[in-house]
């Protein structure tokens, strides 16, 4: 595959850029190599500077579950840019937006627009802390909710102890408050609330993990969370910024009919535009200024454009079959992947929840953070070249998830198919 330009183009960006990119999974730097430099999406291909194709199972990482540069959200933008991009002040599109949000999930009786995920679950823990005038949150092992200092903590030695920092730069005084467990593990949840009980704002969790790669709740483990922060006085935080939207259109917490007490959303609801939220129950979020104390404020929170393009990406969502046929199409590229692995006498561990796809190399069932960890990455690395050389995009991790879109055709993933099983028969040799 020529990357010539590509090439030099990296060169330049590492110039001016710390690794030549804009968010650190973009580099490459797990999968080796160089990556491509995007010049273009349409649908669910993206074209590169070097006149490469690829089939794109990133989609932007989650935003674009309707595809590439969309007609119907194209058009829209369009029509909204030429009105202006942010005017600073209330507008209509926020309350379409928002009604439209709170129909697909009504534990959000109420929300607020931020401009990425990371802002809604940083605003999410300050509410959740003056809400219930307590300090501590716990999360999970290989759960991710954005950069924020206290969210970038990992456990102490030993899970019933003080979070340490995950990061240079991030003060041990936050980290102590996070508090961390092994996700599908609620008898450590129950550990930690009966240590300190009275001390646990919240619990934030994925309701399906993605960020340690796809890895699902067991039956009864989100119940569980539900029922102990309910019996200690603490919040439910679903962090729903990638299953918002990709696993149902109400979400998680209607795929498990569980009803929590804040959701943080991102991705989809921007259509590819940056837009994050947080919201739920009517009495907490009316702690939030200017109808409460708590300060949090966004100069491009809920602007015209992003809103146009969240506005018109669920409308393509809300329709009939939609959901259907994204399962179908990820369901048929799991059945393909599995019978090329059993054909080439490979042994992966294939985790998914509705479009939202991960392959792991192991042999082993995969339900936490300290299982996804003993996935062999050097041939994911492997895997992950002769993909991306044959024209399929997956994502550079394996510690990551790949997204299927409504805009894959049976074609695509067919070709996939094929080229994944060319992968898995190479990694034998
Ligand atoms: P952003 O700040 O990147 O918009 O959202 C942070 C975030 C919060 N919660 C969950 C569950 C998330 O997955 C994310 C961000 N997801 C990563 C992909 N695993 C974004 C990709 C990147 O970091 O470049």
New binding site residues.
């Given amino acids: 595959m020529n990357q010539q330009h590509s090439q030099e183009l990296f060169r330049e960006a590492q110039r001016y850029l710390p690794g030549g990119v804009d968010?650190?999974?973009?580099a490459f730097k797990t999968v080796g190599g160089t990556p491509p430099f995007i010049v273009k999406g349409q649908g669910a291909r993206m074209f590169d500077a070097d006149g490469n194709e690829f089939i794109d199972y990133v989609c932007s990482?989650g935003p674009l579950i309707m595809g590439h540069s969309h007609p119907q959200v194209v058009e829209a933008l369009k029509r909204a840019v030429e009105r202006g991009t942010s005017f600073g002040a209330p507008t209509e599109l926020e309350i379409t937006l928002a009604r439209m949000i709170s129909t697909a999930m009504p534990s959000i009786q109420m929300l607020r627009f931020v401009n990425?995920?990371?802002?809604a679950?940083m605003t999410a823990l300050r509410l959740a802390r003056a809400y219930t005038k307590r300090d501590m949150i716990v999360k999970f092992a290989g759960g991710?909710?954005?950069?924020s200092d206290g969210l970038l903590a990992k456990a102490g030695s030993g899970v019933a102890t003080l979070g340490i920092p995950d990061s240079p730069g991030v003060p041990s005084g936050y980290a102590r408050n996070t508090l961390t467990a092994l996700y599908n593990d609620a008898k450590a949840v129950e550990q930690l609330f009966e240590r300190y009980s009275e001390e646990i704002a919240a619990v934030i969790v994925?309701p399906v993990a993605?960020?340690m790669g796809v890895v699902p709740p067991q039956p009864g483990f989100l119940e569980s969370l539900r029922s102990l922060t309910s019996r200690f006085g603490s919040l439910l935080i679903f962090?729903e910024?990638?299953t918002g939207f990709r696993v149902a259109y109400g979400g998680a917490q209607a795929l498990y009919s569980i009803t929590p007490d804040l959701t943080?959303l991102?991705?989809i609801i921007g259509g590819g535009l940056p837009v994050?939220a947080y919201g739920g129950r009517r009495d907490i979020m009316e702690m939030m200024a200017p109808v409460g104390p708590v300060y949090q404020a966004g100069t491009l929170s809920g602007n015209p454009i992003a809103m146009t393009a969240g506005i018109e990406t669920l409308k393509l969502l809300n329709q009939p079959g939609v959901y259907n046929q994204l399962e179908n199409k990820t369901a048929s590229l799991e059945k393909g992947i599995g019978t090329a692995a059993a054909k080439a006498g490979i042994r992966i561990y294939i985790s998914r929840t509705a479009s939202l796809l991960t392959v792991f190399f192991t042999a082993d069932q995969v339900v936490d953070y300290e299982s996804a960890k003993r996935a062999n990455t050097e041939e994911f690395n492997r895997f992950f070249h002769v993909l991306l050389t044959e024209g399929i995009y997956w994502p550079p991790s394996q510690f990551?998830a790949a997204f299927v879109s409504f805009a894959h055709s049976d074609e695509d993933i067919q070709l996939t198919i094929r080229v994944i099983g060319k992968a898995l028969s190479l990694l034998k040799k």
């Fill in positions: 968010s650190p999974v973009r990482w990425s995920g990371t802002e679950a991710y909710h954005g950069h994925e993605a960020n962090d910024v990638i943080c991102g991705k994050g990551e």
